[in-house]
C-alpha cells in the first residue's frame, strides 16, 4: 500500500510563492510518473505538472506554464511543485499523484492519490 502525504499549502497574496511537497511512504515510487492535480471550489479536478520517473521530462498546464516547476528525489521518495508568480486563479485544493500510465495529463492515470493541501491566493 502507498500513502501520499502532501504539505506546503497556505495562504498568500498574489504574485507571491509557495512550495508543496509530496512525501510517499509504504513503497519506493522511484519507477512512478508522479502528477499534481488541483480542484477548485464548483469545479472540476485538473491537472497541473507531472514528472517522469528519472526527472528527464517534465509536462505543464498551459495555465501554470512558466510560473510553476516540479521536481523530484527519488532517494527520498519525495516530489515538489515550486509555485511563483501565484494569481487568485490558482486557489484550489492541490493533490499529488502517483501512477505508471498515460496519458499524464489525466486523473485516470493515477493508482495513489494523497488527501490534499489547501492552497490559498488572495488578490
Known amino acids: 500500500q502507498v500513502q501520499l502525504a502532501e504539505s506546503g499549502g497556505g495562504l498568500v497574496q498574489a504574485g507571491g510563492s509557495l512550495r508543496l511537497s509530496c512525501a510517499a511512504s509504504?513503497?519506493?515510487?522511484?519507477?512512478?510518473?508522479m502528477g499534481w492535480f488541483r480542484q477548485a471550489p464548483g469545479k472540476e479536478r485538473e491537472f497541473v505538472a507531472a514528472i517522469s520517473w528519472n526527472g528527464g521530462s517534465t509536462y505543464y498546464a498551459n495555465s501554470v506554464k512558466g510560473r510553476f516547476t516540479i521536481s523530484r528525489e527519488n532517494a527520498e521518495n519525495t516530489v515538489y511543485l515550486q509555485m511563483n508568480s501565484l494569481k487568485p486563479e490558482d486557489t484550489a485544493v492541490y493533490y499529488c499523484?502517483?501512477?505508471?500510465?498515460?496519458?499524464?495529463?489525466?486523473?485516470?492515470?493515477?493508482?495513489?492519490w494523497g488527501q490534499g493541501t489547501q492552497v490559498t491566493v488572495s488578490s
Open positions: 499523484a502517483a501512477g505508471m500510465k498515460s496519458p499524464v495529463e489525466a486523473d485516470t492515470s493515477y493508482a495513489y
Open positions: 509504504g513503497r519506493t515510487l522511484s519507477r512512478s510518473i
